[in-house]
């Protein structure tokens, strides 16, 4: 009777043991999950807080919280030993996952656009950009979308899956100067020389070109109507890239009809009795 008593007692304290080890597991994986769901909520808010809006953010970090922690339950159960339990739920969650990615590809395309957008940081609320063909001050940065205030004062909403696969140009990151070129036709009659001094002596004048680095010009094509040139000049900042080459035309129209120096346009030559009229 004592030796079942020893046997009895023994393979109690073995059961006992080994629940004991597998709770020390399941606790080991409960404080590893809750580590994780800290660390990444804590780096989450390091490259996202100010970029989105307090919701979004919460909504992101328990989303991120609920996976982790599934992902925990699921290796708890596997280490418990629950194998014809888990099987059935990795298999509903397969199949839910296959279901909830075909009815929201757009959303999460855009979601995980929005993340990688977060991730590389291409430019942050008030800079100056262009992303495509759009241009304007970025106004808001969403998980799902990004939204541009034109230079017009129009809102306009991108889906982050579009704004990551066009071109970004950040006016503002680093250093804000940026060059503006203004192009030029003169015809082949007109003198180049004074030409270019016209346009250098033009850009010095304006107030909002840079001195350094100078104006320059550079002879574009020799076409088939009159010569191209471009006149390249430096501006403090991209607020004033549209309005100061507004201004030099407006004064290079002025200087080049003072200085002789054409313009060219469209000619027809009719031949009246012999006589070559030409007209505009």
């Keep these: 009777m004592f030796e079942n008593f020893l046997m ?23 404080i590893a999950a809750s580590l994780i769901t800290k660390g990444l909520n804590k780096l989450l808010r390091k490259h996202m807080k100010g970029h989105i809006e307090p919701t979004v953010l919460e909504l992101t970090e328990l989303i991120m919280k609920a996976v982790i922690y599934i992902a925990a339950v699921l290796i708890v159960l596997s280490s418990l030993g629950i194998k014809g339990l888990l099987m059935p739920m990795l298999t509903s969650a397969g199949v839910l996952g296959i279901v909830l990615g075909f009815a929201m590809r757009d959303s999460l395309s ?8 977060f991730m590389d940081e291409p430019f942050k609320i008030g800079d100056m950009v262009q992303i495509g063909e759009l241009s304007g001050k970025l ?7 990004t939204q541009i205030k034109t230079f ?5 909403i991108l889906p982050n899956n ?10 503002s990151k680093s250093d804000p100067k940026i060059r503006v070129n203004v192009n030029v036709s003169i015809s082949y009659e007109s003198n180049i020389d004074k030409a270019k001094k016209v346009l250098i002596e033009l850009a ?14 550079r002879v574009e094509k020799l076409g088939d109507s009159g010569i191209e040139i471009c006149l390249r000049v430096w501006i403090p900042n991209s607020n004033m ?12 129209l002025k200087e080049f009809a003072k200085n002789r120096i054409e313009i ?9 009795g012999g006589k070559a009229k030409k007209k505009r």
């Design 8 to 30: 009895n007692l023994t393979e109690t304290a073995r059961i006992w043991m080994s629940w004991a080890l597998k709770a020390s597991v399941v606790i080991i994986i409960l």
């Design 152 to 156: 017009d004062n129009n809102l306009i």
């Design 162 to 171: 579009f704004v990551a696969e066009s071109h970004i140009i950040n006016y």
């Design 139 to 145: 106004y808001d940065i969403g998980l799902r979308s």
């Design 110 to 117: 855009n979601v995980f656009a929005g993340i990688a957008l």
């Design 241 to 252: 890239r549209k309005q100061v080459p507004s201004d030099l035309r407006y004064k290079i």
């Design 204 to 217: 010095e004048k304006n107030k909002n070109v840079m001195k350094d680095p100078a104006p320059d010009i």
């Design 264 to 272: 060219p346009y469209p000619r027809r030559y009719i031949i009246n």
